[in-house]
């Protein structure tokens, strides 16, 4: 069991390194990998770029390939139309690729405190008279009194139009997670930490799409400063949500040993019935689902089984007979 997060810069990742107390892995990988010592949490820096991103997603999910109850999470910085506070966390409902057009829905499954987006991933930084000049709808936020994981409003939040938000990777995450998860495990958690580049000062500036230098005549040190203070104060949320996913795949892992061993514990259950039975293979298979059937439902068969058992009739003469308890234990159904 295991939550996958992938950042496009170390910055991004550094309280959730902290935080986690997650430890670089040797391993042979083009990426800096960080793990906690149960591995129940793995942080990939992917760098820069939809084909960074892609790449990254690809290595690590084949040398770690993730379970039904395992979850990818997307993390980092975006930039968004000056109405949408900087600071302000969104988890992305839906995924465009600017380049294509191409839209994708994550399944958000899960009660969150965030207010949803909807996110371009483009291959070039925005300007702010380009975000400016967009004309998107005042962003929803989140809702009053959201300070737990369990205030989500599906009701409020379908009120509202979802803002609009830009990075470099999550279409290209989705894309290449699509290969190994289902749309239910893939989740993008991004926060707001900038309105776009002058114009001019696309490829040269520290911003939430990736790039970095002199930003309105701010030196580099001090770009960086803010956006560690931008990420700093995201961090509670960002790593309280981390830990509910962590206890969520947690428990999900439970719970599917738990349907195995009761599974397994039917399979045994029926191979012994069977024989008693003179069940052809067909019949056995009829008759382990729906022992299962029974399992799942609550449905007590033991009683029945035990009555066919003090009246003579298990073990069956032959098959035939095996047939009919079979055909009765059916109507328990109907």
């Given at each position: 069991m295991q939550l996958t997060i992938f950042c496009a810069l170390y910055p991004?990742?550094?309280?959730?390194?902290?935080?986690?107390?997650?430890?670089?892995e040797n391993g042979q990988t083009h990426f800096q990998v960080?793990?906690?010592?149960?591995?129940?949490?793995?942080?990939?820096?992917?760098?820069?770029?939809?084909?960074?991103?892609?790449?990254?997603?690809?290595?690590?999910?084949?040398?770690?390939?993730?379970?039904?109850?395992?979850?990818?999470?997307?993390y980092g910085t975006c930039a968004a139309s000056p109405e949408i506070p900087v600071g302000e966390l969104f988890l992305c409902n839906k995924l465009t690729e600017a380049c294509s057009g191409r839209t994708f829905y994550p399944d958000i499954l899960y009660r969150h405190p965030f207010g949803e987006a909807q996110l371009v991933s483009g291959g070039k930084v925005r300007t702010a008279h380009e975000l400016m000049s967009s004309g998107h709808e005042p962003p929803r936020g989140r809702m009053p009194g959201a300070e737990s994981l369990h205030c989500f409003s599906p009701q409020e939040n379908a009120a509202a139009k979802d803002p609009q938000i830009y990075d470099m990777e999550a279409a290209a995450i989705y894309q290449a997670g699509n290969y190994f998860y289902g749309p239910h495990q893939m989740l993008f958690l991004k926060v707001v930490s900038d309105h776009g580049a002058e114009a001019g000062a696309e490829n040269a500036g520290l911003n939430t799409q990736g790039q970095m230098n002199d930003v309105q005549g701010k030196s580099v040190l001090n770009v960086r400063e803010q956006l560690a203070a931008v990420l700093g104060n995201a961090t509670p949320e960002v790593c309280a949500f981390i830990s509910f996913l962590r206890e969520?795949?947690?428990?999900?892992?439970q719970e599917k040993e738990k349907q195995w061993n009761s599974r397994q514990q039917i399979q045994k259950e029926a191979a012994a019935l069977g024989e008693q039975l003179h069940c052809s293979v067909v019949m056995q298979k009829e008759l382990e689902q729906l022992l299962w059937y029974f399992?799942?439902?609550?449905?007590?068969?033991?009683?029945?089984?035990?009555?066919?058992?003090?009246?003579?009739?298990?073990?069956?003469?032959?098959?035939?007979?095996?047939?009919?308890?079979?055909?009765?234990?059916?109507?328990?159904?109907?």
């Open positions: 991004e990742a550094q309280e959730i390194i902290r935080t986690f107390q997650l430890k670089k960080f793990s906690d010592e149960g591995q129940s949490i793995r942080l990939v820096i992917t760098g820069v770029g939809a084909i960074a991103a892609a790449t990254a997603v690809a290595e690590i999910s084949t040398l770690f390939p993730p379970k039904k109850t395992d979850l990818l999470l997307n969520l795949i947690h428990a999900g892992a399992q799942l439902t609550g449905v007590d068969y033991g009683q029945r089984l035990a009555d066919l058992q003090r009246q003579g009739r298990i073990p069956a003469k032959d098959k035939r007979e095996g047939k009919k308890i079979l055909d009765e234990l059916r109507g328990y159904l109907f």
